[in-house]
């Protein structure tokens, strides 16, 4: 057999191992939860599509649906977040112990002049925008409305057992009226009106909690 001739100075080498296209795997879940739960806060959650997410976080859609697994595990676990950033305060406030006044104060406060309010509550936009969301973040949002309301409640019992509250409503209609003052306050705030007016008209709706 004739050997081949092979030209002075060319490498004899196995073939080349192609290197993979595109970016290495270097998808950071909680870099994608922050920009996912900043872009939910501002828009509406639904109005937000896994794409926008994608381009916002730098990701594709393949590397976060394997961290997440749909865009309804995306949302759920944005809304998780959002309860252990944001909501976790609120209930911290209704959990303190110091008392009728002093926590509708703190939530006055809360509502009025928490700087992360001035964009509207995550929550309550998925609450109010449910339908439009997956299954799984449907039942989560349902889960910490009902953990919100239990918290609500039993503030006002204890301060109905301490006798600073006269109960007028039943102590779950006085939770519930509460939350959705709370709610309407920062919705307000959102919506650009006058911050001083936001508070005079909290402070009086709470106000039926401190009349003797």
Same mark, same amino acid.
């Given at each position: 057999?004739?050997?081949?001739?092979?030209?002075?100075?060319?490498?004899?080498? +196995?073939?080349?191992?192609?290197? /993979?296209?595109?970016? /290495?795997?270097?998808?950071?879940?909680?870099?994608?939860?922050?920009?996912?739960?900043?872009?939910?806060?501002?828009?509406? /959650?639904?109005?937000?599509?896994?794409?926008?997410?994608?381009?916002?976080?730098?990701?594709?859609?393949? @590397?976060?649906?394997?961290?997440?697994? +749909?865009?309804?595990?995306?949302?759920?676990?944005?809304?998780?977040?959002?309860?252990?950033?944001?909501?976790?305060?609120?209930?911290?406030?209704?959990?303190?112990?110091?008392?009728? &006044? /002093?926590?509708?104060?703190?939530?006055?406060?809360?509502?009025? +002049?928490? @700087?992360?309010?001035?964009?509207?509550?995550?929550?309550?936009?998925?609450?109010?925008?449910?339908?439009?969301?997956?299954?799984?973040?449907?039942?989560?949002?349902?889960?910490?409305?009902?953990?919100?309301?239990?918290?609500?409640?039993?503030?006002?019992?204890?301060?109905?057992?301490?006798?600073?509250?006269?109960?007028?409503?039943?102590?779950?209609?006085?939770? &519930?009226?509460?939350?959705?003052?709370?709610?309407?306050?920062?919705?307000?705030?959102? @919506?650009?009106?006058?911050?001083? &007016?936001?508070?005079?008209?909290?402070?009086?709706?709470? @106000?039926?909690?401190?009349?003797?």
């Amino acid at each position: 057999a004739v050997n081949k001739i092979i030209p002075r100075g060319t490498k004899m080498s +196995s073939k080349k191992k192609r290197s /993979p296209r595109g970016r /290495p795997r270097t998808t950071d879940p909680d870099q994608i939860l922050d920009v996912a739960m900043n872009a939910y806060w501002h828009e509406d /959650p639904a109005d937000v599509s896994v794409n926008a997410v994608c381009r916002l976080a730098g990701v594709s859609k393949p @590397s976060l649906y394997r961290e997440f697994g +749909s865009e309804d595990g995306l949302t759920r676990a944005v809304l998780d977040r959002y309860a252990e950033q944001v909501l976790a305060d609120v209930f911290a406030i209704l959990e303190a112990g110091t008392g009728l &006044r /002093p926590t509708l104060d703190a939530l006055i406060e809360f509502a009025c +002049s928490d @700087s992360r309010m001035e964009t509207g509550c995550l929550f309550y936009k998925m609450r109010s925008g449910k339908h439009r969301l997956g299954s799984e973040t449907r039942a989560r949002v349902d889960e910490l409305d009902a953990k919100a309301r239990a918290a609500y409640g039993t503030f006002l019992r204890a301060c109905l057992d301490a006798g600073e509250w006269r109960e007028g409503p039943t102590v779950d209609g006085g939770a &519930r009226y509460l939350s959705e003052q709370v709610a309407l306050a920062i919705t307000q705030r959102a @919506s650009g009106e006058d911050p001083d &007016r936001i508070r005079d008209s909290l402070a009086l709706a709470m @106000s039926v909690f401190t009349r003797g």
